[in-house]
């Protein structure tokens, strides 16, 4: 049961990194989280590239994503957007379609008290146009530099909801592929 997490922001200290890293240690087998570690290396994409001469940073992300049962993604929001890495990342992702039907789960950690809400909105309707089956309800994460201790989530309510969303991932993964076996 393999998770991929993304991660939309690059910077060492990220708020939304550490939230990232907090999550994967939250997985017990056989569920394990993978920290996709392409985004900061992809190009801009590029149609042409991506019709004569896909990069191989492409089609590893492609790969890794195409063999993963589920997304989390968590970013930051930046002008009442996603970051453009994250974007960039998915412009990649749509041709290659691996996301279709693939159960995500959306975080977001923010300084302000809005915590994301816009960039997650954002988000969703990108995914939803991509075909992924995008969970209803992501966490949002406001104030977050008061629930980040040394690089770690340590709000316990903040943990909790987290917890919370790995759940509802889980179950959605697990209705995805039932419904995968009865049409084999
Ligand atoms: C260019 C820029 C734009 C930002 N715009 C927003 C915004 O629209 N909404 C928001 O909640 N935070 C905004 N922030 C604050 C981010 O939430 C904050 O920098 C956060 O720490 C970024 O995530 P990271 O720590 O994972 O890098 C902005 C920050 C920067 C540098």
Redesign the pocket.
């Known amino acids: 049961m393999r998770i991929l997490g993304m991660c939309g ?1 690059l ?1 060492a ?5 550490a939230v990232l890293r907090t999550t994967a240690g939250l997985f017990t087998p056989p569920w394990e989280l993978t920290i996709e570690p392409s985004l900061g290396r992809l190009p801009f994409f590029n149609a042409d590239e991506e019709q004569y001469a896909l990069p191989d940073v492409v089609a590893e992300l492609r790969a890794r994503l195409g063999e993963s049962d589920g997304v989390l993604i968590v970013t ?5 957007g996603t970051s453009g890495v994250l974007k960039n990342a998915l412009e990649w992702m749509v041709g290659g379609g691996e996301i279709a039907n693939k159960p995500v789960a959306l975080v977001s ?4 008290s ?1 915590g ?1 809400n ?1 960039a997650q909105a954002w988000l969703r309707e990108t995914l939803t146009v991509m075909g992924a089956n995008v969970l209803p309800d992501g966490l949002e994460i406001p104030l ?1 530099t008061r629930k980040i201790t040394d690089g770690r989530l340590t709000d316990e309510p903040t943990i909790a909801a987290l917890r919370d969303l790995l759940d509802s991932l889980a179950q959605a993964v697990a209705e995805a592929r039932a419904q995968a076996s009865n049409f084999i």
């Open positions: 922001s910077r200290r990220s708020l939304n990194a930051p929001e930046y002008a009442h950690a923010s300084t302000a809005t994301g816009r977050a």
